[in-house]
């Protein structure tokens, strides 16, 4: 991937809701690659049995290189999954035939339901309506109970790896963004992936962190020609503690009250009183006043990154959690 005169100054981190949900799709679709998901997919393997995502599944490769229409790049670091699957509902009919052939080409008719087939090869605008119509039971299936939790965990993540931008520049940021990322001469290098160039051309890149994605790397999309600055998909920092239940000793959680342990157990990655709020699901306002006790306490740290305060666990906090799972 060739950076050139502009691309640097036009990184940015976006949270996709749809990246997300294909990112799930796939672990469905393969759960045997994914051993720590298989809480969550005993919980939706109900909810998924009566959801028709068969045109997708279809469409969608279990590994190896898809259609790009269908894992647009966010338009925004909040956009919502109307707006993603706004993007892949205007996708150019043109497009759309040529990417659902070339996924045709990959497949062995005799293994997919003759009906499935005729309209993954049909009408475009056919096969387009119907995916994005199973893109948005799947969002509802198998992402959005999570969404809110999840968000936090992603902002958390972007907040990170912002600072390392910051900090050390693209250099800095791919240095741990992933084993298969490496920064060479202006050019990130990706293993794993189709061999081939992809030339910014002042387009930029957005990073996005993804929790169902570990721990692949995904890009896309990778047609030089298109508009659209690619998306990196990686997996994001603290990705486990989505499938952790929330637990905490009884000790600490009479020590400090069951809010404040959850708090404190949250500022593993450094996070704005907002993102906490999310993932502990507590009101801003509450959320705030137990970092206020815990600042005063010396069990958290605060930090400011422009308009924003970050909170993160001291040493001693982190000593004390530590202590307790013994």
């Known amino acids: 991937m060739r950076f050139g005169r502009g691309d640097a100054s036009r990184c940015r981190f976006a949270a996709s809701p749809l990246q997300e949900t294909m990112s799930a799709f796939l672990v469905l679709k393969n759960p045997a690659r994914h051993g720590w998901y298989l809480t969550w997919l005993h919980a939706v393997r109900d909810i998924v049995a009566e959801v028709d995502l068969g045109l997708l599944s279809v469409a969608m490769p279990s590994r190896g290189h898809g259609p790009d229409f269908l894992w647009p790049s966010p338009t925004g670091p909040f956009s919502t999954i109307e707006d993603d699957l706004a993007q892949v509902q205007s996708t150019d009919p043109g497009i759309v035939a040529t990417e659902l052939a070339e996924q045709a080409r990959r497949l062995d008719p005799r293994t997919v339901p003759d009906g499935l087939y005729r309209t993954l090869i049909g ?14 039971l799947a969002w509802h299936a198998l992402v959005a109970p999570l969404w809110d939790r999840m968000r936090g965990l992603l902002d958390a993540d972007i907040t990170t790896r912002s600072r390392q931008l910051a900090d050390g520049g693209l250099e800095g940021l791919f240095a741990d963004l992933h084993q298969r990322a490496t920064w060479q001469n202006d050019e990130l290098h990706l293993t794993g992936l189709r061999h081939g160039v992809v030339d910014l051309r002042g387009r930029g890149l957005v990073l996005v962190p993804t929790a169902f994605g570990w721990p692949n790397l995904g890009i896309g999309p990778t047609d030089s020609t298109s508009t659209s600055p690619p998306a990196l ?88 959690l530590r202590g307790e799972s013994l």
């Open 123 to 136: 009408d475009p605008l056919t096969a387009r309506d119907t995916l994005v119509a199973q893109q948005r």
């Open 233 to 320: 998909v990686y997996p994001m920092l603290g990705a486990a503690r989505l499938w952790e239940r929330a637990t905490q000793s009884s000790a600490i959680s009479r020590l400090l009250g069951a809010g404040r342990a959850s708090v404190l157990a949250e500022t593993f990655l450094p996070a704005t009183t907002s993102g906490l709020a999310q993932r502990v699901g507590l009101a801003p306002a509450t959320v705030s006043q137990h970092l206020s006790v815990l600042r005063d306490a010396g069990l958290v740290s605060a930090s400011r990154r422009g308009r924003e305060v970050l909170y993160r666990q001291t040493s001693l906090a982190a000593a004390l």
